[in-house]
């Protein structure tokens, strides 16, 4: 079998799990990062109102994807292609910080939603009950609900600067220093 067909990563480059999940995560990121451009600069346009109708349910989505990608990566921890560069323990932090921030941002979402008693529900199935309630026991002060929302925006910056990064390198890594980091996330037979 192929590196392009096999199913758990290796040194010669990411199996085809970890290739989807990572660009079918890619796509569903380009289109949360548009949802959060549009709220910022087209509120109440119809193509605002298109990309921000799936907001809250890809955030979920993501969150659950990104979870399901950790335990993924962790089975494939030893056989994953290693960093051609020596730069190695730098791509770890950042990659690292990505997946920090991948959960928190839903998550602060998720937070706040459920401290102002708005209820949430991923594709009919309820994850927490709407309680009209702000502050239901347990929760956080209003304060804390209002610094949620700017936490999750925040964060959410954060992330799209830290991917927008991540993409410039792996493209300077693939023009620039000619190696195979793209290869290996594309499927594409590595060179020597």
């Excluded at 401290?115 to 991923?122: D, H, P, V």
């Excluded at 309680?131 to 609900?145: D, S």
């Amino acid at each position: 079998m192929t590196q392009s067909r096999a199913i758990f990563d290796s040194p010669i480059g990411y199996g085809v799990v970890s290739r989807v999940l990572h660009w079918a995560m890619a796509l569903m990121f380009a289109w949360q990062f548009t949802s959060a451009i549009l709220h910022y600069f087209a509120k109440g346009s119809a193509i605002f109102k298109f990309f921000w109708a799936a907001h809250f349910q890809l955030g979920f989505a993501l969150l659950l994807l990104v979870l399901l990608r950790g335990v993924w990566g962790l089975i494939n921890c030893n056989r994953r292609p290693r960093a051609e560069s020596s730069g190695g323990r730098i791509v770890a932090l950042g990659h690292g910080l990505i997946y920090i921030l991948m959960i928190a941002v839903p998550t602060v979402a998720m937070l706040r939603s459920y401290n102002s008693g708005r209820g949430f529900s991923f594709l009919g199935m309820e994850i927490f009950a709407k309680t009209a309630v702000q502050n239901p026991a347990g929760g956080a002060p209003a304060a804390a609900v209002n610094a949620g929302l700017s936490l999750h925006g925040l964060l959410g910056w954060i992330l799209l600067a830290v991917v927008i990064a991540h993409i410039l390198l792996a493209l300077a890594h693939h023009f620039i220093m000619q190696d195979n980091t793209l290869r290996y996330m594309t499927g594409r037979r590595a060179v020597s």
